[in-house]
């Protein structure tokens, strides 16, 4: 392995979909008895956004690559903390962890005994994705916002919207977000990318603004394990 990047479904991919879904985090359990217009949507989306430091949330992800039509599912816990902090504890069906800081990041293979590094600027190269991480991004100067094809909600009243980056970004090409009606917490996210392979993220026990401790996203190797230092793309 060369690259974060290659084997590993572009991580670059979650870095983005990650910030926006911090975007959806909102606190409150405010009712609204009609549908938002989608400007009305787009603006309480981006308030929470800017009111979120950090969150917690167990998740489910399904990756799957449509050239070969298999899908990878795999689960764990996953903290945020802007700015630029990112720890991905993978428990099923394997463990491995992603633990990137403002330094550095590290990915580590504890069946491979093998801990990959780098720089973490060069990780988060993406510039939209640095934006969202350091609290600046916007939905509209970034994305092309719309409702689902399908309508604005689906079955249960939940809000569903499509984001297309308006630049390239890290081989993204839309972002399918699925939002609660009533406290505008996510429920699902599903993004594609150039090769129409898609990755669906779930969530449960979310929490948010829990302040957790910088310590948690750095990273000491084991002894013993073979490091291997990635100098760039």
Not at 151 to 174: F, H, W
Request: aromatic residues 12%.
């Amino acid at each position: 392995m060369t690259d974060f990047f290659i084997k590993y479904h572009h991580w670059g991919k979650f870095f983005l979909a990650m910030a926006v879904i911090q975007a959806l985090i909102l606190p409150g359990t405010t009712v609204f008895s009609r549908t938002l217009s989608l400007d009305e949507l787009t603006a309480k989306i981006q308030t929470a956004y800017d009111h979120t430091v950090d969150f917690k949330a167990n998740f489910i992800q399904e990756a799957t690559i449509k050239s070969i039509d298999r899908t990878e599912k795999e689960e764990g816990t996953v903290y945020l903390k802007k700015p630029e902090r990112m720890l991905w504890n993978y428990t099923k069906p394997s463990m491995k962890k992603l633990v990137i800081n403002p330094r550095k990041a590290w990915l580590y293979m504890p069946d491979d005994n093998i801990v990959y590094v780098q720089d973490a600027k060069k990780v988060l190269s993406s510039k939209m994705t640095i934006k969202f991480l350091t609290g600046i991004g916007s939905l509209k100067d970034d994305f092309k916002i719309a409702f689902s094809t399908g309508g604005p909600t689906d079955m249960e009243g939940n809000y569903v919207i499509i984001l297309t980056p308006r630049e390239y970004e890290a081989g993204i090409k839309t972002l399918l977000l699925t939002v609660n009606k009533n406290n505008f917490r996510i429920i699902e996210c599903v993004f594609t990318d150039m090769y129409d392979n898609t990755t669906r993220l779930s969530f449960s026990d979310i929490k948010f603004n829990i302040n957790p401790p910088d310590e948690l996203f750095d990273f000491t190797p084991p002894s013993g394990v073979e490091i291997h230092n990635i100098q760039g793309q």
